[in-house]
């Protein structure tokens, strides 16, 4: 809970001096800068706000924020965001990521962290390939891919990051695209307020390296929205069903939002806390007894 005065934040007071090194064009752009307009939306501090990262691209994030951030070696995003957030409650965690970092070497944090359901939104930004590191095959690169280390194309099934979050139970799940920032920007915020684990994939184009049907211009085009579609984000049936068309449309805004959320794990440790600290009356009777009579 913040002790500031109230203030009215805009987006630029979430912006900080470093200038992003992204290609120009890059769909991760559109993306902080969707991260602002939430951020200003919910009006916190930037004090407030400990935003944390592995390796990549979009992993560069936290930097241009001005909240706090933690730069974590490949992968380990998600263990120090729940560290975090169980430390000091009280301040706002996000996490940002890529498909490699979320789904390669970090695969294995994302199920831990969705059944503790510690409070937290997980933004990944997932362009279907190793960008930093110059185009090599992703966990989600499509079937038959070809990259300069791949020239026969890739052999593998992708993974299904929606489904992959759905399957594990998570309360909140949804899907933007810089190509509707300002519909990307509300999808943020809805996952910001959503009270525990949170997943948004963000389908952010990699102008250098990534497949032409994933720019920006065919997402404007291929975009469909669920509201519009008439979807239920309370249906975690139709969710999965929905989530299935991952590859083939480009389906944008809230899948998944557990009408009755469960308890957070932080909540859940503050309430074994207090079961089990001893009354002040007891703790002063033991210090008693060592005392010299």
């Known amino acids: 809970m913040s002790t500031v005065a109230e203030h009215e934040y805009q987006a630029k007071d979430y912006k900080s001096d470093l200038k992003p090194i992204w290609c120009p064009s890059c769909g991760d752009f559109g993306v902080v800068s969707a991260i602002y307009k939430a951020l200003a939306r919910i009006g916190r501090p930037p004090h407030e706000i400990a935003f944390v990262s592995g390796i990549g691209c979009s992993s ?56 503790r359901n510690v409070d937290l939104t997980y933004i990944l930004m997932d362009n279907q390939i190793y960008g930093l590191t110059k185009g090599q095959l992703s966990p989600t690169s499509p079937r038959g891919l070809k990259t300069a280390s791949s020239s026969y194309g890739s052999l593998e099934q992708p993974v299904n990051p929606l489904l992959y979050v759905l399957s594990y139970g998570a309360g909140f799940v949804a899907q933007g695209t810089p190509a509707d920032m300002a519909g990307l920007a509300d999808i943020i915020e809805e996952g910001i307020r959503y009270p525990g684990f949170a997943f948004i994939n963000v389908q952010s184009p990699c102008v250098t390296f990534g497949q032409e049907e994933q720019q920006l211009r065919v997402h404007k085009q291929k975009m469909q929205s669920l509201k519009d579609l008439g979807h ?25 939002r557990n009408p009755e959320p469960a308890a957070s794990f932080e909540s859940a440790v503050k309430e074994l806390q207090q079961r089990l600290r001893p009354e002040a009356r007891l703790r002063v009777d033991v210090l008693k007894s060592f005392q010299a009579k």
């Open 60 to 115: 560069r994030i936290p930097g241009y924020t001005t909240a706090y951030g933690f730069n974590t070696v490949h992968g380990r995003a998600l263990p120090i965001a729940q560290g975090i957030k169980l430390a000091n409650p009280d301040l706002l965690v996000l996490v940002a990521g890529g498909d490699g970092d979320g789904f390669s070497i970090g695969g294995g944090h994302v199920p831990h962290a969705i059944r």
């Open 232 to 256: 239920d984000p309370t249906d975690r049936l139709k969710a999965m069903g929905l989530a299935q068309e991952y590859g083939t449309s480009l389906h944008t805004g809230v899948f998944y």
